[in-house]
């Protein structure tokens, strides 16, 4: 009797998630992560997420607050039932337990923000003076480590109208974060994940022209930090700083992750027309 053939397991090869599809590196080049073979980014991938960011963010911005958040409850419905691949990643529980909560929560300061940011303005005469939030545009994000703080970073800048080019640290964990993303209706283009150097790819992302803010959360490097934030003053962009001694993704995160994506529109009208 012959010996039963030994099967081998397939491979999996983490690749990039941009425009809602995840393609590998148009460089073909790779790296490996506790075994695993991840998709190394070049400047050609920045480049084609930020195209696919910019021409997603029209329709995003676009939908209802209520919808987005919507969407964004869903992302924490999948990620609820996607738990054991996280647990097998080596995310402890309270972790994935976190960050279901904390998409849950900014799920519902969707269609609240405006409300608190925005408003009426008295005026002497007889207008109409209006302040509305709009969001900033495209943002770039270099991406702190873990699950809590990819999504406390991620989820603020989509809830807001913004469309996201995400630099992940711990790649297994982003790509599958981004299949979280890819099938809990976030249009194609809204988030786009890229994995490989922060030092290779984030200076691309900083002077890009298209990119309309940089969030550096999770640049531990305090040359790089610097490097990046002139590299964004060529074309005038918003940059979030991290946080002096690192962020406690734990605690209550506030408004300030999505006020500071978000610009104030001023409108004034004639009372009587």
Do not use: C
Not at 127 to 133: D, E, Q, R, T
């Amino acid at each position: 009797m012959e010996p039963a053939p030994v099967r081998l397991s397939v491979r999996k090869t983490y690749k990039l998630y941009i425009g809602g599809k995840f393609p590998r590196s148009e460089s073909g080049r790779t790296f490996v992560v506790d075994g695993d073979n991840v998709a190394l980014a070049s400047r050609k991938d920045a480049r084609d997420a930020v195209v696919a960011a910019r021409a997603a963010q029209p329709g995003w911005a676009g939908a209802t607050a209520y919808n987005r958040g919507q969407v964004l409850y869903r992302v924490a419905e999948m990620l609820e039932a996607r738990r054991d691949e996280f647990a097998a990643l080596g995310v402890p529980a309270d972790e994935v337990d976190a960050a279901i909560d904390r998409l849950v929560w900014y799920a519902g300061w969707s269609d609240k923000i405006a409300q608190v940011t925005g408003g009426a303005n008295p005026v002497a005469g007889p207008f109409f003076n209006i302040s509305a939030p709009e969001p900033t545009g495209v943002v770039a994000v270099v991406a702190p480590a873990g699950l809590l703080g990819l999504v406390s970073v991620i989820a603020p800048a989509v809830v807001t109208g913004n469309t996201t080019v995400v630099l992940a640290a711990g790649p297994q964990v982003a790509v599958t974060l981004a299949e979280v993303f890819a099938t809990s209706d976030v249009p194609g283009g809204v988030v786009n994940i890229l994995t490989g150097k922060y030092a290779e790819t984030a200076p691309w992302l900083a002077s890009h022209a298209d990119v309309n803010a940089l969030d550096l959360t999770g640049v531990e490097q305090r040359e790089l930090a610097g490097e990046l934030e002139r590299a964004a003053a060529g074309t005038l962009k918003r940059v979030i700083r991290p946080f002096a001694g690192g962020t406690d993704f734990t605690a209550d995160p506030g408004l300030r992750p999505m006020t500071a994506l978000l610009e104030t529109k001023t409108v004034w009208h004639p009372k009587g027309y």
